[in-house]
């Protein structure tokens, strides 16, 4: 089944990059061993992040994504950082190109937040733990009859000053390839009166080198990918954090997701922002009759070079 909330990405095994380096065995499961140290101990705070507030829980909460992240050998660099503060009591709709499980985890180890996520999500074994713990809105994409019901949850949310991560896209990609920002969500923003913060992810090795491995593509299963991405050796998630769409900035909600989708490609270098329109020269007009010869020459308009 295929609907507007179920999108397909045409990526697959085979948009999967070769020659990364790895890691031997032992080491793989040595992160494993980590990662699951992580959980425990996310199992084990659990009380103190439901009674901790502000900056206490924000640290706490933190921790747990980055022991996430540094479990499986991933560097984060944040690019831009100084425009992602949070600012309390004012929420925001926050948005990313969406690549892979890893996503979430290093946007909540940059600004812990809530969630958009799939109903699927919350029963995945490594990251449905801490995705309920942080108070996901999740949504039931085979549902549509509750899709109002859950934007409007999501405006109310981000109106009561909660930061709210959402993947627009609505599906993995590669990386090198990415989907359009679907605009459902960007109208809760539009209702809530919040600012859009566009985040563009990629992945990468130490040497600098692209790489779509970490990708969550295709029909594997999440262990699968975990195990991928458990093998690789250097890898960097860098987040370009892009300039804040101030509430009214665009007219519609459509407009609104041009303008984040945009934001994104080019901080990943695929696309020029801002696109300024050609002013359109004046149409030909059909030939006039000959000009008596004592008649002065009619001047030339001049469109300026561009």
Do not use: Y
């Not at 892979?100 to 490594?126: F, H, T, Y």
């Not at 934001?263 to 008596?292: D, E, K, Y």
């Amino acid at each position: 089944m295929t609907h507007a909330w179920m999108p397909k990405s045409p990526c697959g095994d085979g948009c999967l990059s070769e020659g990364a380096p790895t890691v031997a065995f032992p080491r793989r499961v040595l992160r494993f061993a980590a990662a699951i140290g992580v959980i425990f101990g996310a199992f084990l705070t659990a009380p103190l992040v439901l009674v901790l507030r502000g900056m206490p829980r924000e640290r706490l909460v933190r921790l747990l994504f980055v022991g996430i992240l540094r479990s499986f050998g991933v560097r984060l660099v944040v690019l831009g950082a100084e425009r992602f503060r949070a600012v309390p009591g004012r929420g925001a709709l926050v948005v990313n190109n969406h690549i892979s499980w890893l996503d979430i985890i290093a946007v909540n180890a940059i600004q812990p937040m809530r969630a958009l996520a799939k109903k699927e999500v919350g029963a995945w074994p490594v990251l449905g733990l801490l995705v309920r713990r942080g108070g996901s809105i999740f949504l039931d994409r085979e549902n549509l009859r509750s899709l109002p019901a859950t934007m409007d949850e999501l405006a109310d949310a981000m109106r009561g000053g909660s930061l709210v991560s959402v993947t627009p896209e609505g599906t993995t990609w590669c990386g090198q390839g990415s989907g359009r920002f679907r605009p459902a969500t960007f109208q809760a923003a539009i209702d809530g009166g919040v600012p859009v913060r566009p985040l563009a992810l990629r992945f990468r090795l130490a040497d600098g080198r692209e790489t779509t491995q970490p990708a969550f593509i295709g029909p594997e299963s999440l262990i699968a990918s975990l195990r991928r991405v458990a093998a690789l050796r250097g890898l960097v998630l860098e987040v370009h954090v892009c300039p804040e769409i101030a509430p009214g900035k665009a007219s519609d909600r459509r407009e609104l997701a041009s303008l984040a989708e945009s934001a994104v490609q080019a901080a990943l270098g695929r696309v020029q922002i801002p696109a300024q329109t050609r002013r359109r020269r004046p149409a030909a007009s059909a030939p006039a009759s000959p000009a008596p010869a004592s008649a002065a020459p009619a001047p030339v308009a001049k469109v300026p070079s561009r």
